[in-house]
């Protein structure tokens, strides 16, 4: 296989963004990047030290307080954020290669990244006026009023899946520096070096310095800034066994936190549903990015009746769909992110097997490339509520097809889960399909098709999180209230 040439503007770096600019880094120690369609190992990141992050979290203070970013108006603010999404989409073509050579996300996917990432920083400048509007909430008796002010929460630390390294940042990036805080950032182990496009936006659109800063390293960098003293509050997207561990550490120092986990999401499928309309968004729905996102309905929930011909629409639509190196706008597969979790995702293959599923595409075979940590797409059948890959979070490309007699059935089907993130409901009846969705106990659901709204807030339900991204609900948990009491002047 011939990997497409890519834009790659940083490899190999030995520095970290800290008080607006690229500085050698404390610490000796350093990550390696792969290319997870080659398994070639093209670039590395240091591994910051406690020095480090106490220069960054400092910095991010003074910034804070001693700069005044939080003394801006909101309306400040958002010119700095909309001249930041400008730079960012001038940077499209770098980070949709950097990203693709990172974690083997297609470039049809990665492409839009930095247009997605823009889109959330001019929403999140949209809101400047509801920062601005007064809240003034009378006493019930009239005798005085209260002055509910919105201050900044302070220091954040964001840190960052690998999925989507970009717009899982910026969806805590934008609402933060728009409520007035400051931030550390700390992108995931195997995706260190995207990121970097988004600080050099930053300093190019005049975000004063300080107030975004990058830290890279391992989990531990990032468990050390999690506890450290200067961070105000912690926003955080990745497993939801991290995310347990994450939420212990800020619940023992009273630290408010927002954590966006995992999901095991149901498409829930009506016996009217128009199959043909269902293939189209199929992928998007239910394997985006080989799998590996939060929010899709890894199960396909069918009714008896229309059961095998939901298969083979699935299974040829899987089937087809090609896999291949991520640099070629055609490929819909790519890789998995790294060797560790293909190797998660061929476990659960060999699972479904064993416990009784079978594979219709896909299965427990060999990748077909000599190179890459590629996993054929899979498709099962047979699958039962009990088997694990019915019940756990996969992240791959493995898609389990499960059969229902009654619309109550398959309602708890889709509720038996310790998750509660995504969800579809696929209906030639749009009403029916709404009145179901309220049925099923998950954060976020669409119908016939799934897709995240800024304006809306994105929260998970029981093990899939706390908290809420986007939507004026994402940019309150970066404010913190002031209530000041006083009497209503004659």
């Given at each position: 296989m011939e990997t497409a040439?890519?834009?790659?503007?940083?490899?190999?770096?030995?520095?970290?963004?800290?008080?607006?600019?690229?500085?050698?880094?404390?610490?000796?120690?350093?990550?390696?990047?792969?290319?997870?369609?080659?398994e070639e190992i093209w670039g590395s990141v240091p591994i910051a030290s406690a020095g480090d992050l106490d220069r960054a979290v400092g910095a991010a203070r003074h910034a804070f307080t001693g700069h005044g970013w939080r003394d801006l108006t909101p309306t400040e603010r958002a010119g700095h954020l909309l001249r930041l999404a400008d730079e960012v989409e001038k940077r499209a073509e770098a980070i949709s290669h950097t990203n693709t050579w990172e974690n083997g996300s297609p470039v049809a996917e990665t492409a839009r990244a930095a247009?997605?990432?823009a889109a959330i920083f001019r929403y999140f400048a949209s809101l400047a006026p509801h920062l601005e509007t007064p809240d003034i909430r009378p006493f019930p008796d009239g005798s005085a009023e209260t002055v509910v002010r919105k201050d900044p929460v302070g220091v954040c630390a964001l840190i960052a899946p690998w999925n989507f390294p970009i717009n899982l940042v910026v969806a805590k990036l934008a609402p933060a520096l728009m409520a007035g805080c400051t931030v550390v950032i700390k992108p995931a182990s195997p995706t260190p070096l995207s990121i970097r496009q988004i600080a050099d936006a930053a300093t190019a659109a005049g975000i004063p310095a300080g107030v975004i800063n990058v830290v890279t390293g391992n989990s531990s960098v990032g468990d050390a800034l999690v506890r450290h003293p200067g961070i105000d509050k912690v926003a955080f997207t990745g497993s939801t066994p991290v995310g347990r561990s994450i939420g212990a550490a800020c619940g023992e120092l009273l630290r408010p936190v927002t954590l966006e986990l995992g999901g095991k999401s149901s498409a829930l499928v009506l016996p009217d549903v128009d199959l043909a309309e269902m293939a189209k968004v199929l992928i998007r729905s239910?394997?985006?990015?080989?799998?590996?996102?939060?929010?899709?309905?890894?199960?396909?929930?069918?009714?008896?009746?229309?059961?095998?011909?939901?298969?083979?629409?699935v299974t040829a639509t899987i089937s087809a769909a090609p896999q291949g190196d991520p640099m070629?706008?055609?490929?819909?597969?790519?890789?998995?992110?790294?060797a560790a979790q293909r190797d998660t995702v061929r476990g659960y293959i060999r699972s479904g097997i064993a416990e009784g599923a079978r594979a219709t595409t896909g299965g427990d075979v060999a990748s077909?490339?000599?190179?890459?940590?590629?996993?054929?797409?899979?498709?099962?059948?047979?699958?039962?509520?009990?088997?694990?890959?019915?019940?756990?979070?996969?992240?791959?490309?493995v898609l389990s097809i499960l059969r229902y007699d009654t619309l109550d059935e398959a309602v708890g089907i889709a509720n038996n889960t310790g998750f509660g993130l995504g969800g579809t409901v696929f209906s030639a009846d749009v009403d029916l399909a709404f009145e179901v969705a309220a049925r099923v106990d998950t954060g976020s659901i669409g119908l016939n098709f799934f897709a995240s709204n800024h304006a809306a807030p994105f929260a998970g339900r029981h093990d899939s999180g706390l908290g809420v991204e986007f939507g004026l609900e994402g940019l309150h948990v970066y404010l913190k209230p002031q209530s000041v009491h006083r009497r209503i002047r004659s």
């Open positions: 040439v890519a834009t790659l503007p940083y490899t190999h770096t030995a520095d970290l963004f800290i008080d607006g600019a690229w500085t050698p880094a404390e610490g000796t120690g350093s990550t390696p990047v792969t290319n997870p369609a080659t247009s997605n990432a239910c394997m985006r990015n080989t799998g590996q996102t939060c929010y899709i309905s890894t199960r396909v929930l069918a009714p008896r009746e229309r059961y095998d011909e939901l298969v083979d629409m070629d706008p055609a490929t819909v597969f790519g890789p998995s992110a790294t077909g490339f000599d190179r890459g940590f590629y996993v054929k797409p899979t498709v099962f059948v047979d699958v039962t509520p009990g088997m694990r890959i019915a019940r756990e979070e996969i992240f791959g490309p």
